[in-house]
């Protein structure tokens, strides 16, 4: 299994930029993709983003397309998210993650490996 922490959170003003920080370690995570998923009050948890394994391939969902940017840094097992241009209805808990039964899904309940998970509050 692959352990991950995530860090980086914390409140910022409509407009801003936060990035947060994924950490891997156990069998780590340079042989999978790394997902981005978040979760707002009262929500299910929401498919943010998805990089490969070499990080050479990206994917986002639309509505942080072009503001947010996943990379990652296999040497250091870590995993970023750049976040700008925050809005308030990103305000949410960030998760990273991976060990994915399904490459092709994004739904939540196919993931076995979870970060503890980040808050992001944008205020208005």
């Known amino acids: 299994q692959v352990q991950l922490v995530e860090s980086g959170g914390g409140l910022v003003q409509t407009g801003g930029s936060l990035k947060l920080s994924c950490a891997a370690s156990?069998?780590?995570?340079?042989?999978?993709?790394m997902d981005w998923f978040r979760q707002a009050p009262g929500k299910a948890r929401e498919f943010v983003g998805r990089?490969?394994?070499?990080?050479?391939?990206?994917y986002y969902v639309d509505s942080v397309k072009g503001r947010f940017t996943i990379s990652r840094d296999n040497a250091k097992n870590t995993l970023y998210l750049q976040m700008n241009n925050l809005k308030p209805e990103d305000t949410a808990i960030y998760y990273c993650?991976?060990?994915?039964?399904?490459?092709?899904?994004?739904?939540?309940?196919?993931?076995?490996?979870w970060g503890q998970g980040t808050q992001v509050t944008v205020s208005s």
């Open positions: 990089i490969s394994r070499s990080g050479g391939s990206t």
């Open positions: 156990g069998r780590t995570g340079s042989g999978y993709a």
């Open positions: 993650a991976t060990c994915n039964s399904d490459y092709a899904s994004t739904v939540a309940s196919t993931y076995a490996c």
